[in-house]
């Protein structure tokens, strides 16, 4: 069986981010998405509830796990007997940077592969700091992340001012 | 009439940006240049004095208007009643980052289109955060910025030390 | 009067191309496209007919003229007493080239000035080389170009086998 | 059951695009290599010669399929009802040909996802192209591709003078 | 005498480093390696301990110096009598930022000239943060820095919990 | 005794290829300029021509050689017992390229370095397929070429009408 980990902060997950885990899991039997922990004051959100508003974006989806992580990443895929990596491309500087980390990864453990996956165009743009900036704003943003999302990303807005 | 923005931080403001200043003002009736709060200890100066700094090098031009700005961009613009926003291009890093900024405020208002300039290829390695460096470590920078951000940019050094 | 040029081979214009054209047309008073003089064999469609075929696609809008060219862009831009040169942006590869091209005009004359555009995302991937090579493939590209150029692509390919 | 389709000209193939076959294999149960039908002035090898090539130095490999190929790749995809393309990727060039390729493909059959998988790093400035210029110019080329390839290489080179 | 300098943060020097100081000693006479003050809370090993693991790891190499740097690298150039600056090229965001320093620096003084030297592929993943980040997991570090970097790593990682 | 090799098609050489020269002398005691053979219909100038137009450019300077060359770079350089290669960067897309081919003649032989250098940002936009461009325009290339280079130039243009 072909088991996937998907790693980010997912601070907030986005509607790109939802894409990309669709699109993974028409590829892989399972994929587990790995919620990066963070020091608390470089986040909006907990790592509790960056693990919930993803789980509650895919609910029903059983192929599909959420998990909190930390460590090292490719320790964490032997751990759960994954062989892959799956990560998000969209830019020139995403590819450098996922180059460099890819390359890493497989210097540390080689029987794991990590594939990459392209966000629909329409999602090109997003990223969840752009987001938090256009939410801080006052800006609309429910074009971007799922409504109870957006509805989590106000009340923590509020919370700051 | 034809009015664009041209936001940024202006920590201080350089060569190169009155350098697109000035090619902007060939091709648009009015532009309005918008400089961005930012928290006082990310930046050297304060936002008053970096738009009286703009002020004094672009004086007696009276096409162009210097504003403290916050919040969203494209709602600024909006405001403004201004249909364009003027962005420089240098890098290829510059691209991408200008790229993803400009499709996001294009979805957020599709009424405002983002115009880039290239500046004068004597300004292509200019930056703010590269001027305040080599003034830190004491360097010449006369040929960077006008002469008053010198005078001024020597006081804040010092006041730092 | 504020008047660009935009140039290319168009062969054949495609909804990328015309999406620039409807933007550029929102910036400045007049817009002469300025389509390039080719080898014969390194084209599908003859220069009249790929100035036919932008005519007829944007039709009724009378701030835009359509023209054969050749020759050194900058000089022709004079010629037509335009002060701008209009160019899309997609891509770090189209940077680079736009780049180069826009400083050596920028040498040329000085006083004419590039302006860079960005297409809808939706039309990131488009260019006439692959909507072609589809089109010889047997492919659909009914949603590349508008519907009469995909009628005499479709009669061009046919010519061709 | 997962069938992806990894397509190329192969003239010839090279250690690197071997590599990846090999790491696809770990990803997908069944992989049909696609070899690209080329005008006969264009390419050092038949498609013939370059089918085989790829057959001989993947002798033995059950899972794998190689085929001459031509027309569009996700209209020959669908008809070997694969669901994945697979595609190395190497340089920031690579990248940009690639996203525009896979987001045609995309538009084109949204049911065909395209993977990328990274080359060893032992092979990242490997390409046909070099590896034939070595060959013309009597340089050693055993450490860039199998040693049957490396025979034909030397025989080819040596009729073409 | 050919003189160059090499600086940089080296926190701590990886098996990259070393390799571009051992390929410059094959192009220059005398290599003068510049280790740069930081604030404290930035590192992780202080500018001594910093120089001390670069001044064991190439012990016996006679003509390098490692010396601790404060200020303008082309004045430091300036007051050594090196004539050159060296800097490692792996990726293009390397790229793109060493050439606006490059610029920057030969404008400040156009008689240092800046060398740009490429690592052996087997590091171009290979840097400082890295390398931290892995040892602070408590992965695996030994292929990418000497012995007795990795121990001092090792106890600096420990000493942080 | 510090030789280097720095190899092109020149066709025709620019004051950008000059300034490299230039650059390079102030590194090397002793530079080989190798002229590329290519394919008559490929080039306007033979390379006889391409030799002489540099030997005239660089007359008086007698640590500089200019020569034919066909044939493996590295081959060449082992040849005439060259330890460098030198190399203009100035585009990312520049970059890739000569990272490939650095790569591919470090592994044809080691013992050769590949030296990059940074032509003045004067001639960032320059290179010899645009220069042409312009001369077969009719447009002015005495800022780009010297005044014999550009007299051989308008000759061979008219030659081809």
């Given amino acids: 069986m072909n088991h996937a980990v998907f790693a980010g902060t997912f601070d907030p997950v986005t509607n790109g981010h939802l894409d990309l885990m669709r699109r993974a899991l028409r590829i892989v039997d399972r994929l587990t998405v790995a ?3 963070r020091p608390e004051k470089g986040v909006l959100f907990s790592q509790a509830d960056r693990v919930a508003m993803i789980q509650e974006s895919m609910h029903g989806e059983t192929r599909l796990t959420v998990e909190p992580f930390s460590g090292l990443l490719v320790e964490y895929a032997r751990q759960r007997k994954a062989s892959m990596i799956i990560r998000g491309l969209r830019f020139v500087s995403d590819f450098e940077y ?23 165009e329409a999602h090109t743009f997003l990223n969840s700091t752009l987001v938090k900036e256009i939410a801080m704003a006052g800006g609309p943003v429910e074009s971007f ?15 700051r001012r």
């Fill in 35 to 37: 919620v990066a922990v």
């Fill in 98 to 120: 996922e180059f460099q980390m890819a390359l890493m990864n497989r210097r540390l453990d080689d029987g794991i592969e990590t594939l990459f996956l392209m966000p629909s």
């Fill in 145 to 159: 992340v799922p409504a109870h999302v957006e509805a989590r990303l106000r009340k923590a807005v509020e919370a």
